[in-house]
């Protein structure tokens, strides 16, 4: 700890989290300032913050990790709340294919890049599927410029459902397969549980949803409260027939997307997530980070680095020509399609750290601290690049002719 964490460390908690919550309060404006997404800022500041550098906040602090968990929940939770549906709905055939292909390439790539560098199967396996999911971080530059309703947009939002749902199936299934060795049956058996919670957390449990719904009425204090309710139930559901939280807050997320859209509730809750949970979350990652070690595996490592970074990159950009060309978009939408799908944010990050804290019976983690700083490296680089790119590519299809409407190319 530094001569100045030692002095910080004599500050009453309270005083202590004054400091936390005042820095984090200047990351939105810094992160404007440098044109960086704010999750970086957050990650940011946990590092300063954290146990190898300033020490304001101890290692393993129970408070903190439970904030943590809470904003990763719910993170997963507006993934899934954001999702329009009806999008999917109106471009399906088209969103699916595309989402197999934006699911396929990265995945592909991942697990090459983790068989070359010496990682098992499995382990290789979720480094793929870390891949193959995307964060729509770049969706308001889409909106701001008027280009949201494009088809080639609609078909990326669409395929977001699918590239989530499968990235955390395969997540399910290596862990389990990490636990407790491969077995065939077994993993059918996971992925028979994931399906049918799948099927009653988003279709069965609408029902009773909508019934409470009406009985709330107008009491958003309790439709809030009742929010993360669901929230926290659908996690502890999912971790007991051994499937991760974040499964479970992300399958609640679509279940109550139509129910709360448009409600204060909803609306609170999201203030609330994203100015205290989901930067906690992102904070307490931060603490997670060696900067030594982040060097060491930057100046060893930085094959590995170059090989998840470019394979990323190149694999979203190939999935997307491939289907823009086939369907006849122009380059300007299909750069749009390939850079609102490079960011890996959100269920990137989540899955990375439920990877890093399985270990197996032996003690060996799923994945080490090595592919830990590469995943972080990767969150940074493409949650930059990516929406930098959307901008561009917004702003020339703007600048051409107005947007195209969604039915135009519907089903």
Same mark, same amino acid.
């Given at each position: ?151 080639? /947009?609609? *078909?990326?939002?669409? =395929? $977001? @459902? ?10 399910? %299934?290596? #862990? !389990? ?51 993360? /309710?669901? *929230?926290?139930?659908? =996690? $502890? @559901? ?10 479970? %807050?992300? #399958? !609640? ?51 590995? /680095? ?74 940074? /680089? ?30």
């Amino acid at each position: 700890m530094t001569g100045l964490g030692h002095l910080v460390a004599d500050v009453p908690p309270v005083g202590r989290f004054a400091l936390i919550m005042a820095m984090a309060a200047l990351v939105p404006f810094g992160a404007r300032v440098c044109r960086v997404p704010a999750c970086v800022g957050y990650i940011l500041v946990g590092v300063l913050i954290g146990p190898h550098l300033l020490g304001l906040v101890p290692p393993h602090d129970e408070i903190a990790d439970f904030l943590s968990d809470l904003g990763k929940l719910l993170l997963m939770f507006f993934v899934g709340l954001e999702i329009d549906l009806m999008q999917f709905a109106a471009q399906k055939t088209r969103a699916a294919i595309f989402g197999v292909l934006t699911f396929a390439f990265p995945m592909a790539a991942g697990t090459a890049a983790g068989l070359a560098f010496g990682y098992g199967t499995i382990s290789a396996i979720l480094i793929g599927s870390l891949l193959a999911s995307h964060t729509l971080i770049g969706f308001p530059i889409v909106e701001h410029t008027g280009q949201a309703a494009r088809p080639a /947009v609609v *078909v990326t939002v669409g =395929a $977001t @459902v699918l590239t989530d749902m499968l990235s955390l199936l395969v997540l399910a %299934a290596c #862990l !389990a397969a990490h636990r407790s060795g491969f077995d065939p049956v077994g993993l059918i058996v996971q992925v028979a549980e994931l399906a049918a919670f799948a099927v009653i957390v988003v279709f069965v449990l609408t029902i009773p949803g909508r019934r409470l719904d009406k009985l709330l009425g107008r009491n958003e204090e309790a439709r809030f409260a009742v929010l993360l /309710v669901i *929230v926290c139930l659908a =996690a $502890t @559901v999912a971790e007991a027939i051994q499937l991760e939280g974040i499964i479970g %807050a992300f #399958l !609640a997320g679509l279940a109550v997307n139509r129910v709360t859209h448009g409600t204060e509730a909803r609306h609170r809750l999201a203030f609330f997530g994203h100015v205290l949970f989901i930067p906690a979350f992102f904070v307490v990652t931060g603490f997670l980070i060696d900067m030594a070690a982040m060097g060491r595996t930057l100046a060893t490592g930085l094959p590995l /680095v170059v090989a998840i970074v470019g394979g990323l990159i190149a694999s979203k950009w190939v999935a997307a020509e491939i289907a823009g060309r086939v369907w006849k978009f122009g380059a300007g939408d299909r750069g749009l399609m390939a850079s609102l799908t490079i960011p890996q944010v959100a269920a990137t990050l989540a899955s990375a750290l439920v990877g890093y804290d399985a270990v197996n019976a032996a003690g060996v983690r799923l994945l080490d601290q090595r592919m830990l700083n590469t995943v972080l490296v990767l969150v940074v /680089v493409t949650s930059v690049f990516g929406p930098v790119m959307t901008e561009i590519y917004a702003k020339r299809l703007a600048g051409r002719h107005a947007p195209a409407p969604a039915g135009a190319a519907a089903e």
